[in-house]
């Protein structure tokens, strides 16, 4: 029902920027929460940023100062400016979505995009 496709993953040098975008399309009421986790080269799963439909936001602690999530609402869009690259943020990056799929639905349902290299080295 919900599809999100994200890009502008790459490859890029130490101290580079890169920024990450995620588009949500389908059928559903409302998205309340979206974010980025990553999947690191040594299977390591950790949640990088996540932000509210009120735009409140919340950064893991490697990445505050560096990273900065937004969300365009309209365009049902989540971005992650990524800043001062270092290599351990090489992994691969996943946006996420909880969605309302309906005003009478009781739940919310998680949904998942199929992820966007991102790859820091000298």
């Known amino acids: 029902q919900v599809q999100l496709v994200e890009s502008g993953g790459g490859s890029v040098q130490p101290g580079g920027s890169l920024t990450l975008s995620c588009a949500a399309s389908?059928?559903?009421?409302?998205?309340?929460?979206m974010g980025w986790h990553r999947q690191t080269p040594g299977n390591h799963r950790e949640s990088v940023a996540l932000?509210?439909?009120?735009?409140?936001?919340l950064y893991d602690d490697s990445v505050k100062g560096r990273f900065t999530i937004s969300r365009d609402n309209a365009k049902n869009t989540v971005y992650l400016q990524m800043n001062n690259l270092k290599p351990e943020d090489t992994a691969v990056y996943y946006c996420?979505?909880?969605?309302?799929?309906?005003?009478?639905?009781?739940?919310?349902?998680?949904?998942w995009g199929r992820g966007t290299r991102v790859t820091v080295s000298s």
């Open positions: 389908g059928n559903f009421f409302e998205i309340y929460y």
């Open positions: 932000i509210n439909g009120e735009k409140n936001t």
């Open positions: 996420h979505a909880q969605v309302k799929q309906s005003q009478t639905s009781p739940y919310d349902t998680p949904y």
